[in-house]
């Protein structure tokens, strides 16, 4: 059962535009949540971060907004650039420090 | 270079073969994790070791087995590989508890059953 979806395999913007990448999670008892961006034959890396206690985190031109209700996470990718081209992951950790994936989000960002 | 570091980068075999994948966790961190992500898959928890004792488990089979040392470096064993079994595994560390920036991963292992 996967407990983190990423409904969308697949991503294309245009450089300088606004990329929005969606997730969404079943298990309200997720405390933490994380973006990993990953390039190919490499593995993921940290993007950015949000807790449950709070509903937005920004770090430079990305920004995490966290819906409980919904148990939706979106990242938002202001302007977009070439290099962010990659795959995406959402990530979310039960208290434990135990994460769940999402299948990730391929973003072609086109010059 | 992450910190965390994973040999073999590639590895092919045969079915029914047996496998060992190694991990060495970054600098001071007691937990390492282990991922399988395949083509029509995102990144499958398979276990988790905090400083040498199995912490958690995730959809590892039972052919899969892993163990955490006291050096803290980490293998995962995969016996009568099937072909199923190719895919790319992860190895990942972090200081149980902080949460923060939340794992490092290794450059992973890619397997290739034959």
């Known amino acids: 059962d996967q407990q983190v979806k990423q409904n969308s395999p697949s991503l294309s913007v245009q450089e300088g535009r606004i990329s929005i990448l969606n997730c969404d999670y079943t298990?309200?008892?997720?405390?933490?949540f994380l973006w990993y961006k990953k390039y190919p034959a490499e593995g993921p890396t940290f993007l950015i971060s949000?807790?449950?206690?709070?509903d937005k985190n920004e770090d430079g031109r990305f920004t995490v907004f966290l819906n409980k209700s919904a148990k939706h996470l979106s990242l938002h990718i202001v302007p977009s650039q070439p290099g962010d081209s990659a795959v995406y992951f959402c990530?979310?950790?039960?208290?434990?420090?135990?994460?769940?994936f999402g299948t990730g989000t391929s973003l072609t960002v086109i010059p | 270079d992450s910190g965390v570091t994973q040999t073999p980068k590639h590895l092919i075999t045969a079915t029914g073969q047996r496998v060992t994948l190694r991990c060495s966790p970054r600098?001071?961190?007691?937990?390492v994790y282990w991922y399988q992500q395949s083509l029509d898959q995102g990144l499958q928890f398979l276990i988790q070791?905090?400083?040498?004792?199995?912490?958690a488990k995730g959809n590892i089979l039972e052919r899969f087995s892993a163990q955490q040392f006291p050096d803290l470096h980490s293998e995962l064993n995969l016996s009568s590989l099937e072909l199923g079994d190719s895919a790319l595994y992860f190895c990942?560390?972090?200081?149980?508890?902080?949460?923060?920036?939340?794992?490092?991963f290794g450059s992973g292992t890619r397997l290739t059953v034959v």
């Open positions: 990530a979310a950790s039960l208290p434990g420090n135990q994460f769940y």
């Open positions: 600098s001071g961190d007691l937990s």
């Open positions: 990942a560390s972090s200081a149980l508890g902080t949460g923060d920036g939340g794992y490092t």
């Open positions: 949000i807790s449950s206690i709070k």
């Open positions: 070791y905090y400083n040498g004792e199995e912490r």
């Open positions: 298990n309200s008892m997720f405390d933490y």
